[in-house]
């Protein structure tokens, strides 16, 4: 899961990057509306936290021109007031979820957790297909009872791969969601990646494969 962090506060921005990257999230940030709105108009993002009250382009615009757009990701706000006018203002232009600083950790991470698995792409904690199991928790892929751990950009491949359940996804979209935009990162550093993945299915015994779909990318499906 991709999440895009729009806040011009530096310091909770960095804050929010390290508890959701702890958290097995894949995390982008922007520190100013503008910056905000262009990445989310990339659509690339599973989910947003937006901040109301920034220079410029303030939240609410931000949000605004998102739904006019037609990104319909979930999209939790970020405000310093409580003031029920504003989060009825949020709630009537598109956003899902309101939350007040200063906020504990726990309850972001279960109000993502809560919109996420309003979203029908969403599956839960704990993700299947075909004969195999992935705990977003633990990073444990899983057959029956046997079961292997997964280093974090294994993880997040192998998640991409599930949750699109059978449908091509390109090198560049791994690349987009994974690395992010600026990133380095070349297609044969997903296919070394890929590699360990198709190990570690073998070591669980799986009957599920990662198929190689040549000059596109890959998707997941059963072994013939």
């Excluded at 598109?94 to 726990?106: E, I, R, S, V």
Aim: hydrophobic share 40%; aromatic share 8%.
């Amino acid at each position: 899961m991709k999440i895009l962090v729009v806040d011009d506060e530096r310091q909770l921005t960095d804050a929010l990057v390290k508890i959701l990257e702890q958290n097995n999230y894949s995390v982008d940030c922007a520190l100013n509306g503008e910056d905000g709105l262009n990445l989310a108009l990339t659509g690339i993002y599973d989910f947003i936290i937006l901040d109301v009250m920034m220079p410029g382009i303030d939240g609410f615009t931000v949000l605004k021109a998102l739904r006019n757009k037609k990104i319909d990701v979930p999209i939790l706000m970020l405000t310093a007031k409580s003031e029920i006018s504003d989060k009825i203002e949020g709630l009537n232009l598109g956003a899902d979820d309101y939350l007040t600083k200063p906020f504990h950790t726990d309850e972001l991470l279960a109000r993502i957790r809560a919109l996420l698995r309003r979203k029908d792409t969403f599956m839960g904690d704990v993700l299947s297909f075909n004969d195999i199991t992935l705990n977003r928790d633990t990073l444990e892929l899983c057959k029956n009872e046997k079961s292997i751990l997964l280093g974090k950009k294994e993880f997040q491949i192998l998640e991409m791969l599930f949750i699109a359940n059978g449908k091509i996804i390109n090198k560049e979209k791994f690349i987009e969601k994974i690395w992010g935009f600026e990133s380095e990162a070349e297609y044969n550093t997903i296919e070394v990646y890929v590699s360990f993945l198709r190990k570690k299915l073998n070591a669980v015994g799986s009957l599920t494969e990662i198929k190689s779909v040549r000059g596109i990318g890959y998707t997941l499906g059963e072994k013939k």
